[in-house]
T-cell receptor
Framework: AQSVTQLDSQVPVFEEAPVELRCNYS??????LFWYVQYPNQGLQLLLK??????LVKGINGFEAEFNKSQTSFHLRKPSVHISDTAEYFC????????????FGAGTRLFVKA | DTAVSQTPKYLVTQMGNDKSIKCEQN?????MYWYKQDSKKFLKIMFS???????INETVPNRFSPKSPDKAHLNLHINSLELGDSAVYFC????????????FGPGTRLTVL
């Protein structure tokens, strides 16, 4: 069975500092990987996704993530964060079992301080 | 134009009542979903429909009944509401059941008193 672990429930960071949000997954088959962002009182929106090909994936708002198959990880990074990046970030894994079922991690709250 | 819309945005009701949440997507997607997000932000799939057919039905009480009149709409009806049903409910859609990227609605905050 697939599962997703986001290793940090909260990540406080100062503005303009780099950040990494960690995500590990387990699955017995090939997976698709996603990062979603949820701003306060809003729905989730896609930041980036890995389906195949290059393991370094670039997304919106300057975020990127690297798929590491050997470590079963898909960590999200940004070299310099802004106050407006304060939000909840969700890692998600989908695997094709005759239709996709997506499992979401528990979320990481990124709090950017001035 | 809003891609995935939900109504109402807020719903406050008494225990034991029956309520419905509506969802519509104008993206031309074949697959729609209902998720429940609890107070700790944990997001859990409840149901998924592909072209009006139920394809995912997680362990959800029978009091929850999804209905898809057409592939652009997926409504959620809840009978005999309980305190534990209080949460934010999100509708989402995807191109089809073989592509994982989902588009989410703004959510419906349900409060059961």
């Amino acid at each position: 069975a697939q599962s997703v672990t986001q290793l940090d429930s909260q990540v406080p960071v100062f503005e303009e500092a780099p950040v990494e949000l960690r995500c590990n997954y387990s699955s017995s088959v090939s997976v698709y990987l996603f990062w979603y962002v949820q701003y306060p009182n809003q729905g989730l929106q896609l930041l980036l996704k890995y389906l195949s090909g290059s393991t370094l994936v670039k997304g919106i708002n300057g975020f990127e993530a690297e798929f590491n198959k050997s470590q079963t990880s898909f960590h999200l990074r940004k070299p310099s964060v802004h106050i407006s990046d304060t939000a909840e970030y969700f890692c998600a894994v989908s695997q094709n079992t005759g239709g996709f079922k997506t499992i979401f991690g528990a979320g990481t709250r990124l709090f950017v301080k001035a | 134009d809003t891609a995935v819309s939900q109504t109402p945005k807020y719903l406050v009701t008494q225990m034991g009542n029956d309520k419905s949440i509506k969802c519509e997507q104008n993206l031309g997607h074949d697959t729609m979903y209902w998720y429940k997000q609890d107070s700790k932000k944990f997001l859990k799939i409840m149901f998924s429909y592909n072209n009006k057919e139920l394809i995912i039905n997680e362990t959800v009480p029978n009091r929850f009944s999804p209905k898809s009149p057409d592939k652009a709409h997926l409504n959620l009806h809840i009978n005999s509401l309980e305190l534990g049903d209080s949460a934010v409910y999100f509708c989402a859609s995807s191109q089809d059941s073989l592509h994982g990227e989902q588009f989410f609605g703004p959510g419906t905050r349900l409060t059961v008193l």
